[in-house]
């Protein structure tokens, strides 16, 4: 028996040691597993390690957006005009100056660049170095000039660029070149620019907004297309410009927009043409619907969000894109939708219209297109693309009636020499009209 009691003694005492122990130790109330790791309020996170890519707020940072992203509605001018600027291209990285050397009757058939200027650099102690690989064969005569004329021809001719280091006694060859352009002080203008270099699919663009300045970076094909591009510009007497806003609309109940209440709220003037595309229809309305009766009149009938708002440029007869997302007020599955524009104000038929194409395409491919010819002062809307074209879930809590409204206003940008910049602060009527005829 009382081995019995000493048995029991010792084992409450070792349970009394460990309550003791038990007490020392910290007390949980929730334990939350993420990722197989258990996680609590005194545990340090872990996260896993990420792969080195740009983050997702820096990679959105852009100087442009402020400018591209804002539309003063109250202070809209369907017509302004600029004076014309010279707009200059200036390849960079040419090295030194080549030795002030004369040629002459230097005839090559069918050479590679590198083996042309071997021979014709001979005895120069001159070498010819290829950078980047430039497998253009080359054939022509050159019956005089000096060596500057001769390089600059044949890499022409090879569509290679070259960059010479004196001190190296090196001709470098490369198949890629950066150049500078000094672009015009009218921000318009310079919208117009991206806008048509963007819509050529030119990359590594450096925008310097101070001193207005781009600097730009490809091969051959690139450079002819900027060249063309801001030869196109600086001969044109307009480029066009888009405001533009982007609702997505959600019915009050459980039935479409009723559009065709637009007639007896604005008058059947005010609507001028109707244009069926695949998908959805654009709408040709007059000055008095605006983005502001616009939303008015959808309120009516619908919860009205702005998703998008912005403006984009193009050079007369050129081609420029408005990204949705890249102006979106937040994440929306219409972010990957693109505005793509072709536009040209001209005579149409004995009557003065901006000749536009509009095209609707996300990553999947063109939505839908209409072709709109316009009067100066018109708007267009472009109504009935239902939010489910960008919904790629089986399900989705968004009603069936749900629309994707884009509310459009042109405005023409006219370049004009300094002298002409008429010294009336607006132009309406008559007066418009003969000025955009000179």
Not at 404 to 422: C, E, G, K, T
């Amino acid at each position: 028996m009382k081995k019995f009691l000493n048995l029991c003694f010792a084992g409450m005492i070792v349970l009394l040691f460990g309550c003791m122990q038990q007490s020392d130790l910290p007390q949980y109330d929730t334990i939350q597993v993420v990722d197989n790791l258990v996680i609590d309020d005194n545990s340090v996170p872990i996260f896993p390690k990420k792969a080195a890519l740009t983050t997702d707020t820096a990679r959105r940072f852009s100087v442009e957006l402020p400018r591209r992203c804002t539309v003063n509605w109250d202070n809209q001018s369907v017509v302004s005009v600029v004076p014309e600027e010279k707009i200059e291209i200036v390849r960079l990285d040419r090295g030194d100056a080549l030795p002030d050397l004369a040629v002459s009757d230097y005839d090559f058939k069918q050479q590679t660049v590198r083996g042309a200027l071997e021979k014709l650099l001979q005895g120069v102690q001159i070498d010819v170095i290829e950078q980047e690989p430039v497998y253009e064969k080359i054939s022509g005569s050159i019956v005089g000039g000096n060596l500057a004329e001769a390089v600059d021809l044949m890499t022409r001719l090879g569509r290679a660029y070259y960059s010479y280091d004196a001190a190296a006694g090196e001709l470098k060859l490369f198949n890629r070149a950066k150049w500078l352009i000094k672009m015009p002080k009218n921000e318009t203008i310079i919208m117009a620019l991206l806008d048509a270099m963007h819509g050529a699919d030119v990359r590594n663009m450096i925008v310097d907004w101070s001193d207005k300045t781009l600097i730009f970076e490809g091969n051959y094909q690139t450079e002819r297309e900027v060249a063309h591009i801001v030869s196109d510009i600086a001969s044109k007497k307009y480029v066009l410009a888009w405001d533009m806003d982007v609702y997505r609309v959600y019915p009050k109940t459980d039935n479409p927009i009723i559009w065709m209440n637009l007639l007896p709220a604005f008058g059947t003037n005010n609507i001028k043409m109707s244009i069926p595309g695949v998908v959805g229809r654009t709408l040709v309305v007059g000055p008095e619907i605006n983005s502001k009766t616009l939303q008015e009149f959808l309120s009516t009938q619908a919860n009205v969000v702005l998703i998008s708002q912005g403006q984009f440029v193009v050079p007369d007869g050129w081609q420029s894109r408005f990204d949705i997302g890249q102006c979106g007020k937040e994440e929306r599955i219409e972010t990957d939708l693109i505005v793509g524009a072709t536009a040209k104000y001209r005579d149409y038929g004995g009557r003065d219209k901006i000749d536009a194409k509009i095209v609707l395409r996300t990553s999947n491919g063109e939505l839908s297109s209409f072709s709109i010819p316009s009067s100066v002062g018109d708007n267009y809307i472009i109504i009935g693309i239902p939010t489910h074209s960008f919904v790629t879930t089986p399900e989705t809590l968004i009603s069936p009636f749900a629309e994707l409204v884009v509310f459009m206003s042109p405005r023409i940008v006219s370049i004009v020499n300094p002298a002409d910049v008429p010294s009336e602060p607006s132009l309406v009527g008559d007066a418009l009209r003969d000025f955009l005829r000179k």
